[in-house]
């Protein structure tokens, strides 16, 4: 696919429930003179040099992704994501700010104007539902107008989100509503296949190929061939086999292990992934051309903490869909309201399905808190490692949740040594002052 027909979809902006802002971004010097972009809806808009960029840039000291705009609550979230030559935003180095517009933002030697535009006004859509997808949030029902036209199109997806957001049930949501419907669904999960399972798993393999390989088997490509295949945790997949999983995407076609054979299979992609995948690629986990080629369409689900209004509805939804009699307790969905679901819609649904085996024994883990659980200290004398493990999360996520208490304490124990001095906390910990700000912002959000 050339650069010239790539299509990013993303959602309108929609009025009912909070109106969101629209910003123009316009560059006035450089390189690109005149080329503007606009941020009008969920998701990230990115700018740099990589073809993957909402505005890209020929300027050479403009890093591949060099920043990122997200719109919250009516302002533009600017983020440099870890560039090389920096960003200043009215002539002061930042590395993360909100811009309210009429800002003037300086990367190598492109100058962007910040402008908010008009917002449209388009209603949100009525329908509270998109497939098995159940949300009656405006956050959700922005999105359900772009999954419909998502489901119609054949191009890669990309579904990012936090873990227990619902990714796998989009994904099977956007083939059932599309032309694909009639073909197999193959699920991939990069998390569960061992490193040197995983392409052989893909691709498959002819008998002998390797010690086990008894029979010849087919791979995941080769199964969802007029169907969709799902690619869970793409982030997490081995970086030797992403070239192959590109070459695959490409070409239409796969080798399996030990063959050498070439076999055209006609499949359309939608991966997931619970991590931030411009932050992959920037520090070289991920490749920049294997996230081109997925992210024709990309779909932001938010957590459950965000969805306005829809965790009562998705406990009377699974209330009713697991066997409760009559209407759920109101004591019961005041609790759930107080929670707030760090393990988002799977663990509402999981505690639902505790409370109809169990009973009231299973309120005691909801207690209300105002932080989230991965930013909050564990209780006196607690092991925060047997914190985390105790919600039983997922591995990668729980791993991620104790490198992030790690990070945390870190960051405010080496300043605290130093006064507050970024640089000299910096240089003793042994990271560059830029990542080290990089760590202190992601954290002090």
Request: charged share 25%.
């Amino acid at each position: 696919m050339s650069d010239e027909t790539r299509t990013i979809l993303r959602s309108a902006p929609t009025q009912g429930g909070p109106r969101l802002a629209v910003f123009d971004l316009l560059v006035v010097d450089g390189p690109d003179l005149g080329q503007r972009a606009r941020l009008d809806g969920p998701g990230r808009l990115l700018v740099g040099q990589s073809p993957a960029c909402g505005l890209r840039l020929r300027d050479p000291h403009v890093s591949r992704r060099h920043l990122a705009f997200t719109l919250e609550h009516g302002r533009l979230r600017m983020t440099d994501l870890g560039s090389t030559n920096g960003t200043r935003v009215n002539d002061v180095e930042v590395i993360e700010a909100f811009l309210a517009g009429n800002e003037r933002v300086r990367i190598g030697d492109t100058s962007l104007v910040v402008e908010r535009a008009q917002a449209e006004s388009t209603p949100l859509t009525a329908s509270l539902r998109f497939g098995r997808v159940v949300g009656a949030s405006p956050e959700m029902r922005r999105l359900y107008p772009l999954c419909e036209r998502i489901a119609q199109s054949h191009v890669p997806v990309v579904i990012e989100g936090e873990t227990g957001t619902g990714k796998e049930l989009l994904a099977e949501a956007l083939h059932d509503a599309g032309p694909r419907a009639s073909g197999p669904f193959v699920v991939f999960d990069c998390t569960t296949v061992p490193p040197n399972l995983a392409e052989s798993m893909l691709f498959g393999h002819e008998r002998g190929a390797f010690t086990g390989a008894i029979n010849a088997r087919k791979g995941v490509f080769e199964l969802a061939h007029q169907g969709t295949l799902f690619i869970d945790e793409i982030g997490d997949l081995d970086l030797t086999l992403q070239p192959k999983l590109l070459r695959a995407i490409e070409r239409a076609e796969v080798q399996r292990v030990g063959s050498e054979r070439w076999t055209k299979v006609d499949v359309r992609v939608v991966a997931a992934t619970r991590r931030d995948l411009d932050h992959e690629i920037q520090v070289g986990r991920f490749r920049d051309d294997l996230f081109f080629r997925l992210a024709v369409a990309r779909i932001e689900l938010p957590p459950l903490r965000k969805r306005d209004g829809d965790i009562g509805a998705l406990a009377r939804h699974f209330y009713r869909q697991l066997g409760g009699d009559g209407a759920i307790p109101e004591e019961l969905l005041a609790r759930f309201e107080a929670h707030e679901w760090p393990g988002n819609v799977r663990e509402l649904s999981n505690a639902v399905a505790r409370y109809l085996a169990v009973g009231e024994t299973t309120l005691a883990g909801l207690a209300p808190s105002s932080r989230r659980p991965a930013e909050s200290a564990p209780a006196s004398g607690q092991d925060p490692i047997e914190a985390v493990l105790a919600r039983d999360l997922p591995l990668p996520r729980a791993r991620e949740e104790v490198v992030a208490e790690l990070e945390r304490r870190y960051i405010e124990r080496v300043l605290e040594r130093y006064g507050g001095n970024v640089g000299r906390a910096a240089a003793a910990s042994g990271i560059a002052r830029r990542y080290f700000q990089m760590i202190r912002a992601r954290h002090q959000k």
